[in-house]
């Protein structure tokens, strides 16, 4: 870096300082031409956050930005015009917990087996493209914005992220975590100790508080938006020491993170902490639940309808009498993911949808089995409206993106997807989503 003398640094600051000032006054000469203008209209629109619904929404988008929104507006004259008839428009939805560079398979027998495999085999390069793919599906399903938290290789995550900010492949906007932070052996079932070293590939294991430190300073350095940490796998536990040194890392440079937290051990430790979010949390106390409302948690409940934990294991050799075995386990556990996540919202916690999709699942695209999720809280018992919100502005919010993203707003970005029925009355609606827009592109139509 330093190898340059200095007397020719001097000399190439002084060139590029003239090439600079070429360039800004050819680029000062012609008049700025206005950015085409592209109006989207439809029947109804909804505004999550006021639960409000217009009739006859006229949305006037420039330069991948909502410039005005209005009933029956006038539509600029030249403007490129989207009439979209009966349906309805939302803002593009926000997927808070993905895995877009994993797609494991069922019936090769679970988490452990898939994790193994998908390490050994897979390239991190490898996987960045399967990420494509599947990020590819969920913008097509709707999901216009994702929060992807780990299992990406080194940085996998980071490169897919960046290949579709420069518009190489076609996805959603991503926050990228890079590797998980996680006490010894990450999320891997029990290997020998010549394949321990597998596990680096995917989680950045700490023992100390320092290395805790470290290991978020790395992943900033990795690329990281946020920081991804797996509290508990097993009688493996961060620390609060360690975890309280995490979050501070993080907050001194304004980011955020994110905690995979099951049980009353490691949710209190992740909420003791003052993480932003905590995920999963299958079981999770009510004195936790009321930490996590007073301090602003939010609660990223990935939760599915039974079915799915039933079916997303595809072809199986179960006999039928085994699969209703399933289905009952199945059952009950959705009935307790359910009951938790009212009292949840009983004690004031905010939620934000977070599929955790990273199955294969038979029948439908990434996208469409994550958007089972929302099923899943509607059947909880929130209400349409609240279940939209968590997709919306809760999301926007936990991602740090209330700016851009979230809401169909004079603005904000235009991400826009659009549905046929009412959602207001039945999310499922939002598993058929029709349009799609993404910072002003069309995806879908
Ligand atoms: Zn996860």
Same mark, same amino acid.
């Given at each position: 870096?330093?190898?340059?003398?200095?007397?020719?640094?001097?000399?190439?600051?002084?060139?590029?300082?003239?090439?600079?000032?070429?360039?800004?006054?050819?680029?000062?000469?012609?008049?700025?031409?206005?950015?085409?203008?592209?109006?989207?209209?439809?029947?109804?629109?909804?505004?999550?956050?006021?639960?409000?619904?217009?009739?006859?929404?006229?949305?006037?988008?420039?330069?991948?930005?909502?410039?005005?929104?209005?009933?029956?507006?006038?539509?600029?004259?030249?403007?490129?015009?989207?009439?979209?008839?009966?349906?309805?428009?939302?803002?593009?939805?926000?997927?808070?917990?993905?895995?877009?560079?994993?797609?494991?398979?069922?019936?090769?027998?679970?988490?452990?087996?898939?994790?193994?495999?998908?390490?050994?085999?897979?390239?991190?390069?490898?996987?960045?493209?399967?990420?494509?793919?599947?990020?590819?599906?969920?913008?097509?399903?709707?999901?216009?914005?994702?929060?992807?938290?780990?299992?990406?290789?080194?940085?996998?995550?980071?490169?897919?992220?960046?290949?579709?900010?420069?518009?190489?492949?076609?996805?959603?906007?991503?926050?990228?975590?890079?590797?998980?932070?996680?006490?010894?052996?990450?999320?891997?079932?029990?290997?020998?100790?010549?394949?321990?070293?597998?596990?680096?590939?995917?989680?950045?294991?700490?023992?100390?508080?320092?290395?805790?430190?470290?290991?978020?300073?790395?992943?900033?350095?990795?690329?990281?938006?946020?920081?991804?940490?797996?509290?508990?796998?097993?009688?493996?536990?961060?620390?609060?020491?360690?975890?309280?040194?995490?979050?501070?890392?993080?907050?001194? =440079?304004? %980011?955020?993170? /994110?905690?995979?937290? @099951?049980?009353?051990? #490691? $949710?209190?430790?992740? *909420? &003791?902490?003052? +993480?932003?979010?905590?995920?999963?949390?299958?079981?999770?106390?009510?004195? =936790?639940? %009321?930490?996590? /409302?007073?301090?602003? @948690?939010?609660?990223? #409940? $990935?939760?599915?309808? *039974? &079915?799915?934990? +039933?079916?997303?294991?595809?072809?199986?050799?179960?006999?039928?009498?085994?699969?209703?075995?399933?289905? /009952?386990?199945?059952?009950?556990?959705?009935?307790?993911?359910?009951?938790?996540?009212?009292?949840? +919202?009983?004690?004031?916690?905010?939620?934000?949808?977070?599929?955790?999709?990273?199955?294969?699942?038979?029948?439908?695209?990434?996208?469409?089995?994550?958007?089972?999720?929302?099923?899943?809280?509607?059947?909880?018992?929130?209400?349409?409206?609240?279940?939209?919100?968590?997709?919306?502005?809760?999301?926007?919010?936990?991602?740090?993106?209330?700016?851009?993203?979230?809401?169909?707003?004079?603005?904000?970005?235009?991400?826009?997807?659009?549905?046929?029925?009412?959602?207001?009355?039945?999310?499922?609606?939002?598993?058929?989503?029709?349009?799609?827009?993404?910072?002003?592109?069309?995806?879908?139509?």
């Amino acid at each position: 870096m330093n190898r340059i003398p200095r007397w020719m640094r001097s000399v190439v600051v002084s060139v590029t300082t003239m090439m600079f000032a070429v360039l800004v006054a050819q680029a000062q000469q012609p008049a700025p031409t206005q950015p085409a203008t592209t109006v989207v209209r439809a029947a109804r629109m909804i505004d999550p956050k006021s639960g409000n619904v217009m009739q006859n929404p006229v949305v006037v988008i420039r330069g991948g930005r909502i410039a005005s929104v209005g009933a029956n507006a006038a539509v600029p004259s030249g403007a490129t015009v989207i009439d979209l008839g009966n349906l309805t428009l939302l803002p593009g939805l926000i997927d808070a917990h993905t895995h877009l560079l994993q797609n494991y398979r069922g019936e090769l027998g679970g988490d452990d087996p898939n994790m193994l495999i998908t390490v050994a085999t897979m390239s991190t390069a490898k996987r960045a493209l399967l990420g494509a793919k599947m990020g590819r599906e969920d913008l097509e399903a709707g999901i216009t914005t994702v929060r992807d938290l780990g299992n990406s290789g080194f940085s996998g995550d980071v490169a897919l992220r960046d290949a579709i900010n420069a518009g190489w492949v076609i996805g959603p906007r991503i926050r990228a975590s890079t590797r998980a932070i996680s006490a010894a052996g990450g999320q891997f079932g029990p290997v020998q100790p010549e394949t321990q070293k597998l596990i680096e590939q995917e989680y950045a294991v700490v023992s100390t508080v320092d290395e805790a430190r470290r290991a978020v300073r790395q992943a900033f350095y990795d690329g990281a938006d946020l920081i991804k940490v797996i509290v508990n796998t097993g009688p493996r536990v961060v620390s609060l020491d360690e975890m309280k040194a995490i979050v501070e890392e993080a907050r001194r =440079v304004n %980011r955020t993170v /994110a905690a995979h937290a @099951i049980g009353d051990t #490691a $949710t209190r430790i992740a *909420a &003791e902490a003052g +993480v932003t979010s905590i995920e999963h949390a299958y079981t999770i106390p009510d004195d =936790v639940l %009321r930490m996590m /409302a007073q301090k602003g @948690i939010y609660l990223v #409940a $990935t939760d599915y309808p *039974a &079915e799915f934990y +039933v079916n997303a294991l595809g072809p199986s050799t179960l006999t039928p009498e085994q699969k209703q075995q399933q289905l /009952a386990g199945a059952t009950q556990f959705a009935k307790g993911n359910g009951e938790r996540l009212m009292r949840a +919202v009983r004690a004031g916690v905010k939620v934000a949808f977070g599929s955790d999709e990273y199955y294969d699942t038979p029948g439908r695209t990434r996208g469409q089995a994550s958007l089972l999720t929302l099923q899943a809280y509607q059947e909880a018992g929130m209400s349409p409206l609240e279940v939209l919100r968590s997709a919306t502005v809760n999301g926007a919010a936990l991602l740090g993106w209330s700016d851009r993203i979230g809401a169909i707003e004079a603005g904000k970005l235009a991400d826009i997807i659009a549905v046929d029925g009412d959602p207001l009355k039945d999310v499922k609606e939002l598993q058929k989503v029709r349009f799609v827009m993404k910072g002003g592109e069309v995806v879908k139509r």
